[in-house]
């Protein structure tokens, strides 16, 4: 018989942004993936006797399917909470629903609107509340974006990360855990979509201890000069919401992708961020 491992709680039992956790435990969660992903059965009981809530305000295929699955494969049960038609605080306070919640689940996933929601949710419960997905903010898919380069590329310190966009919350999320984990990152925007400054700065500061470097850059030509990236993300609004379609569409299909790949670099094209 296989015995289960039992994961230790993080110093912060919340996942907002990115930035609740140090150097340390973002490599501790990026291991112990990496040996759930090798060993699945090992942690098959887990969560066993936990119920999580998943709350939606915005409609998913791929986080609510990989939540919903990690969490049954970890031997844990699932509550789906569907807020597409009435969000989050409309009905009963966000506090209320956070007070009823943790008396009958053991942790809280949020796909939200706005960031707030899910700092007042927090401030509110004493389970864990983690961010799926915010305006602002989205943590889990930066660190899955971060676990896969390192399965592919092997150690990320001193790693070189381009990043070409829009500054928003995969952006956001992705410099916090650059910071953290020694990444240099290039992040090319147009002066419209940098990332947000406070961002920037956090991000800056913990890069003085741990080497990394966060640079912005308004060129994206610059960001992709030969030698100074061994990746390149790419990442913008969905096209519907945009006012200035043309111009990113020229843009990226007019030599950005296609220098990227004339480079053999491997460009993701993230098209479902917001």
């Not at 509550?79 to 956070?98: K, T």
Request: glycine fraction near 6%; include cysteine; charge should be neutral.
């Amino acid at each position: 018989m296989t015995a289960s491992i039992a994961i230790p709680v993080a110093i912060s039992k919340d996942l907002l942004t990115g930035a609740e956790w140090t150097t340390s435990d973002v490599r501790d969660l990026l291991q112990r993936t990496s040996d759930i992903k090798a060993k699945p059965a090992r942690y098959a009981s887990t969560l066993r006797g936990k119920h999580i809530a998943l709350i939606f305000e915005k409609p998913s295929l791929r986080t609510r399917v990989t939540f919903e699955v990690g969490i049954q494969s970890m031997g844990g049960f699932v509550v789906f909470l569907d807020h597409s038609q009435a969000r989050l605080g409309e009905r009963e306070s966000i506090p209320d629903v956070a007070r009823n919640l943790e008396r009958w689940v053991q942790g809280i996933v949020a796909r939200v609107y706005e960031q707030r929601v899910l700092e007042e949710m927090a401030a509110s419960a004493n389970i864990p509340v983690i961010n799926a997905l915010s305006d602002k903010f989205h943590p889990c898919q930066a660190l899955a974006d971060f676990f896969t380069l390192e399965e592919r590329f092997g150690s990320l310190r001193g790693f070189k990360l381009a990043y070409v966009g829009d500054g928003n919350n995969v952006c956001h999320s992705l410099i916090f855990l650059a910071a953290r984990l020694g990444v240099h990152m290039r992040i090319a925007t147009r002066a419209n979509y940098a990332p947000a400054a406070d961002v920037v700065a956090d991000a800056k500061r913990v890069a003085r201890e741990t080497r990394a470097r966060i640079e912005l850059l308004s060129d994206p030509d610059h960001a992709l000069e030969c030698g100074v990236a061994d990746f390149v993300l790419c990442g913008c609004l969905p096209f519907a919401e945009r006012d200035d379609v043309t111009g990113v569409t020229k843009h990226l299909n007019g030599g950005l992708i296609g220098l990227a790949e004339r480079r053999q670099w491997l460009a993701v094209w993230k098209r479902e961020l917001i």
